[in-house]
């Protein structure tokens, strides 16, 4: 997918039958570029998690991954040179809300485990249900400002993955690290530069969390701002 193509993104949902396509093309361990979309390989073959678009290749089924819904696809599609994500990772996912990005996650470490913390009641049943398709999603209602809550039910692990629309997004991301990251570890921390401060530059939002990260020990790799798909959200990885 190139830099034109991912500008110019269009995602069809809802309904459609399985498209055949000739080629996927990885472009991360997990993910592929299938036709003009970006897409993972189906862990449940024929269910569809968010309306989805399903894509046949070679005998496999993939799902079309949506920038405009998934803020770590948009940060594929904007130029993310790294994704330390990998078949046996263990991953945190805090903020998983009803599990999109979640499932895609699902979809790349299938070996591994998804533990998905959220704290909205409302929306959980919906991270309940994927759960019960996908062997690898770990569904956990709690505060993720709380992380001694549910540090019972976790283990090290080698990603931390956070989405969550609170003003201390980094402090929310150093302590759940400091719980449940390994050593070597990564992070990603999707920043929403309007929960953070609604009179700030989204770009100063963005390196001050990046700089409240680095006070915190962390390394930052890279900072990617999520436009077209993302409006005021950036995403850091390190």
């Known amino acids: 997918i190139g830099a034109q193509e991912a500008q110019d993104y269009k995602e069809t949902e809802g309904g459609e039958e399985e498209m055949e396509e000739e080629a996927a093309v990885e472009r991360f361990p997990g993910v592929y570029a299938v036709g003009d979309r970006l ?4 862990l449940v073959p024929g269910v569809r998690v968010y309306g989805e678009r399903l894509l046949a290749v070679a005998g496999f089924e993939y799902r079309a991954w949506n920038p405009r819904r998934s803020k770590l696809a948009a940060a594929i599609l904007c130029g993310l040179k790294e994704l330390p994500l990998r078949e046996e ?3 945190l996912y805090l903020g998983a809300a009803s599990g999109t990005t979640a499932s895609h996650i699902s979809d790349i470490a299938t070996r ?7 704290f909205s009641p409302r929306v959980f049943p919906s991270l309940l249900a994927l759960a019960e398709l996908r062997h690898n999603i770990i569904p956990i209602l709690a505060d993720a400002r709380q992380p001694r809550q ?6 090290e692990c080698d990603l931390v993955y956070q ?4 003003p201390e997004q980094a402090a929310i991301l150093l302590e ?3 719980y449940f ?3 070597e570890g990564f992070f990603m921390l999707a920043v929403k530069a309007r929960s953070v401060d609604i009179a700030m530059a989204p770009k100063d939002v963005y390196s001050q969390e990046a700089q409240r990260l680095r006070d915190g020990g962390m390394e930052i790799r890279e900072l990617l701002q999520l436009e077209p798909y993302e409006k005021d959200h950036a995403m850091v990885l390190g």
């Open 176 to 178: 759940n690290a400091r």
């Open 163 to 166: 989405d969550v629309a609170q």
């Open 89 to 91: 990772s263990k991953v």
């Open 112 to 118: 591994g485990v998804v533990y998905c913390v959220e």
């Open 150 to 155: 549910y540090a019972p039910l976790l283990e």
């Open 39 to 42: 897409a993972t390989r189906n």
């Open 181 to 183: 990251l390994k050593p």
